[in-house]
Structure formats: C-alpha cells, structure tokens
C-alpha cells in the first residue's frame, strides 16, 4: 500500500518505513506527526476524493539536519550602477512514514 501526501506546497508519494525529507517543520524530534493523504492505492483499489474522508499517515520527525543547496540570485540593470545579487539555502526535515491507514 502507498499513499500520496500533501507535504507544504508538493506532494509526496510514500509508503510504510519510508524515509521522506520534507521542509522545515517546527515539531521536536521523535514526535509523531499526522499528513493528510490526496490518493491511497493498495494493490489494484485507488482511493481519492470524498472516499479520503478519515484517512491518515502518520509519521515521526527524525531530525532537522537536512540543507539543500545554496541558491543565488540577480537583479542587473544596464548603463546604470544598480545590482543586487542574493542567496538562499532551504532547511528540510526527515520523517519516517510509519503508518498508513484507510480510515481513522
């Protein structure tokens, strides 16, 4: 069985004993977490829509190490002296899937 979560403003698909990296989430270590699935599938049944109702994988927060890659940036206007040139680095967690279930 695997389900497809909504994790921020992506979506995941995860099973059971999974390992996702996921943005920065502001729960402590070892704390189990709740994400709501968008698409269940086991076996040959998909489950979406309204049928969802109820549904839930729960996870727990391993740790918040992660750190993507640098990511720069620039503005540049000709004939003039105008630059602004800016960073960024986005922090994500790992949470492991441990359970998925049909109806809660």
Partial sequence: MYAVIRVGTSQERVTEGQ????????????TEIQFEPVLLVDGDSVVAGPALKGAIVTA????????????????????SIQRKRWG???HYSNVE???ISAKA
């Fill in 19 to 30: 390992v996702v990296r996921v943005d920065l989430r502001s729960e402590a270590k070892d």
């Fill in 97 to 99: 899937i441990t359970k």
């Fill in 60 to 79: 727990k927060v391993l740790d918040h190490d992660g750190r993507g890659p640098k990511i720069r940036a620039l503005t540049y206007k000709a004939k």
């Fill in 88 to 90: 960024h680095r986005q």
